[in-house]
């Protein structure tokens, strides 16, 4: 593709479709695609807002966060395309997959994050 074909861009109806049958906890609106993930308090939250700033800045395609005591909020938007793009639905399907891990649920030999609330950090509900 050249460098200046235009790259598709998803509009808000079909960013919401995509969203509901691959990523149904992300929502689309004000032109991005957002996800906000609950966390225990601060501790929990930096960890979250580090993880998911390894996976952007690996990837090339940067989000705006919103960052409180309890929750980060994951907003992504194309700015080249000046709109959304495949980049932000394959970025997001990272980050969910990253953040809502839970090893402890699979048939692996991590056991993941103890039960007992002094542990607790992501809110995976
Ligand atoms: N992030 C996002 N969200 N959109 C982009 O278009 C983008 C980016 N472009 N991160 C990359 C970096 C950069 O090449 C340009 C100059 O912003």
Not at 9 to 18: K, M, P
Not at 77 to 100: N, P, Q, W, Y
């Amino acid at each position: 593709m050249s460098e200046t074909a235009k790259v598709r861009t998803f509009g808000e109806a079909e960013a919401r479709a995509r969203l509901q049958r691959d990523l149904p906890r992300w929502t689309c609106a004000a032109g991005a695609i957002r996800r906000r993930y609950e966390t225990h308090g601060w501790k929990g939250t930096l960890m979250a807002v580090n993880a998911i700033g390894h996976l952007c800045e690996a990837a090339w395609h940067h989000p705006d966060l919103s960052v409180a005591f309890n929750s980060v909020e994951v907003s992504l938007s194309t700015h080249d395309a000046d709109g959304i793009t495949e980049k932000d639905f394959e970025l997001a399907r990272k980050i969910e997959d990253v953040v809502t891990w839970q090893p402890g649920k699979e048939a692996g030999a991590l056991d993941g994050t103890p039960a007992d609330p002094r542990h607790a950090y992501i809110k995976y509900e």
